[in-house]
């Protein structure tokens, strides 16, 4: 299990890695043809630390997909064909929460799923050669996603639930709000009309507060399984306390995958020392995640005399009371209260990214024993940097970085 556990932590590296080439495809079809200009290098990284970057754009991102989709319209054959996009109807309580995000960060959610490029081009080109019959391929599909979703194999489940779906050819989805048996929650459902007439009913598994502003889903499961929930008032993404990256605990690969991408930018720094027999390490990051500034604290461990960098999540056993804040100057970005969690983390949502450097993160954690806290202050003291300050009060250890 162990061995199985980082073998998927090396896989989820290297999918963080692929993805870098995302951002430098949008500034290829974005080219400014108009820059401000500096007189030095040092005023242009002041302004930067002063006021900071604009976002990842939402029409940059279509840019990208319409250059996806180009491409494949040429492999297709169908390169002089009308262009086409999804044919996708939201409605308004749906509208209305991703309005509230675009005019509050620029991100543009209805536009996306109404504007993204047609991809139905290749299934259109495989049913033709192969002579599918979309409806009892549909069928044969979905009977073998609910065989393995009984066997536990949620993977293989979904497989087979997409290429059902996929080669059946979508000519329609309708995204709606239904109410549940909560006053004033809703469950988004997808309603897709297939090409042979057939249709099917999709939960993504997101459920909106339309009073406190709360999207997530049930058990902590997170927005489509995501393992994040999102706070409407706070424009604020955090994890849940059992997210599936729970299950495969942090190995030294995330952070060098993800420093190669110039869309994650953090800072972190990490905390070693032993208690209770066992290597723990507590470790911090602050800055940019794709669209959003916020910062994390992570608690794990593992067994004395471990090889390697990888290290196990907190169990429930060793969860512990834990708050987080991330200030930019006077401003309060993310603010976590405190709560019983192994990670820790806040990610606001904003029009502007910021230098990492430039981002103040607060946080407390209530340690278990008065052994646990001096090996843990030591371990500060210790560090290399020395850009980390401490106050203690008890058992409750208040950092600031």
């Known amino acids: 299990m162990k061995s199985l556990k980082r073998i998927i932590a090396l896989l989820i590296a290297i999918v963080i890695a692929a993805s870098a080439c995302l951002p430098a495809a949008a500034s290829s079809v974005d080219i400014q043809t108009s820059r401000p200009q500096y007189s030095s ?70 536009a996306l799923m109404t504007h993204l490029p047609e991809t139905k081009q290749v299934a259109e080109l495989t049913v033709a050669v192969f002579d599918i019959d979309t409806a009892e391929f549909r069928e044969q599909m979905y009977n073998k996603r609910d065989e393995y979703h009984n066997e536990g194999n949620d993977f293989l489940s979904k497989i087979c639930f997409f290429l059902g779906a996929y080669l059946s050819i979508m000519d329609k989805c309708e995204i709606y709000a239904e109410p549940t048996d909560e006053p004033n929650v809703y469950e988004v459902r997808l309603r897709v009309t297939f090409r042979d007439g057939g249709t099917e009913l999709m939960r993504p598994h997101i459920l909106i507060n339309t009073e406190t502003g709360w999207c997530g889903y049930k058990d902590g499961e997170g927005l489509v399984g995501l393992g994040f929930d999102f706070s409407l008032p706070e424009m604020m993404v955090y994890a849940t306390i059992n997210a599936w990256m729970r299950d495969y605990g942090f190995c030294l690969m995330y952070d060098v995958a993800a420093g190669i991408m110039p869309m994650w930018n953090y800072i972190t720094r990490r905390f070693k020392f032993d208690y209770a027999d066992r290597e723990w390490m507590i470790q911090i990051w602050k800055g940019n995640y794709l669209i959003t500034n916020g910062g994390e604290v992570g608690v794990y461990n593992r067994d004395k005399g471990s090889f390697g960098s990888y290290y196990n999540c907190a169990g429930d056993e060793d969860l512990m009371e834990m708050s987080l804040e991330i200030w930019r100057g006077d401003k309060l970005l993310v603010y976590q209260e405190p709560q019983m969690h192994w990670w820790i983390n806040g990610f606001n949502m904003s029009d502007k990214m910021y230098i990492p450097q430039s981002l103040t993160m607060k946080f407390s954690i209530v340690m278990m024993d008065e052994e646990m806290l001096n090996a843990f202050c030591k371990a500060i003291d210790n560090h290399y940097r020395k850009d980390v300050t401490y106050t203690v009060d008890g058992l409750k250890i208040s950092v600031v970085w």
């Open 41 to 110: 290098l040092s005023e242009y990284k002041s302004k930067l630390w002063e006021e900071g970057y604009p976002v990842f754009t939402t029409a940059q991102f279509l840019k990208i997909c319409s250059v996806v989709s180009n491409a494949i319209r040429l492999i297709t054959g169908q390169g002089t064909a009308p262009r086409q996009y999804f044919n996708v109807e939201v409605d308004e309580i749906v509208t209305e929460s991703c309005n509230y995000i675009y005019e509050n960060c620029g991100l543009d959610i209805v």
